[in-house]
């Protein structure tokens, strides 16, 4: 039987929503900006867990509501590196921002759960047309990217890739 290689990026993509739905257990998956210069995922794992703040983007706080407890985020450095490094989980819920005099910024508490075995760059997950649509491809601004089950399989696959 020959196999076409859309075929073959179906069965793929059925196997990942098929594994995720079985291991995600109801958890959702985002991806979260930082400047290493700032923070980086290093200073993360230094610290053991922190609060996620400095996010103003209406559509980032948004995603930022969103998060939940066991939730999972891929640490992407921005900058020079452009590549997701580490992967955090989300310690809370969101809430307003203690340092801020405004009740729309809110922030999350999360902590490092391990780096990647390899960063995924921008320049790869550019070049994968099952990236296509993603917002880190198509809203290089935003700070918090929703993650869908299937891409987050997909990331992990490529973050192993020798």
């Known amino acids: ?4 290689r859309q075929g073959i990026d179906l069965i793929c993509s059925k196997v990942k929503q098929k594994y995720m739905a079985e291991h995600s257990q109801g958890k959702r998956f985002w991806l979260l900006k930082t400047e290493p ?10 610290d053991g867990a922190t609060v ?4 103003a983007n209406n559509t980032a706080l948004k995603h930022l509501r969103e998060m939940q407890p066991g939730d999972q985020a891929m640490i992407y450095h921005t900058g020079d590196e452009r590549q997701a490094v580490g992967i ?3 310690t809370s819920a969101a809430y ?12 999350v508490d999360l902590q490092p ?5 390899a960063p995924v760059t921008l320049a790869a997950v550019k070049a994968d047309p099952f990236f296509a649509g993603w917002a880190l491809v198509t809203q290089a601004r935003l ?3 929703p993650v869908s089950a299937a891409q987050w399989a997909h990331l992990l696959e490529m973050a192993t890739a020798p």
């Open 1 to 4: 039987m020959k196999h076409t």
């Open 37 to 46: 210069e700032i923070y980086s995922y290093a200073d993360l794992v230094r």
């Open 52 to 55: 996620w703040d400095g996010v």
């Open 88 to 90: 955090a989980q989300i």
């Open 96 to 107: 307003a921002d203690p340092k801020q005099n405004d009740p729309k910024l809110v922030v």
């Open 113 to 117: 759960l391990r780096p990647l075995a």
């Open 143 to 145: 700070s918090v990217v």
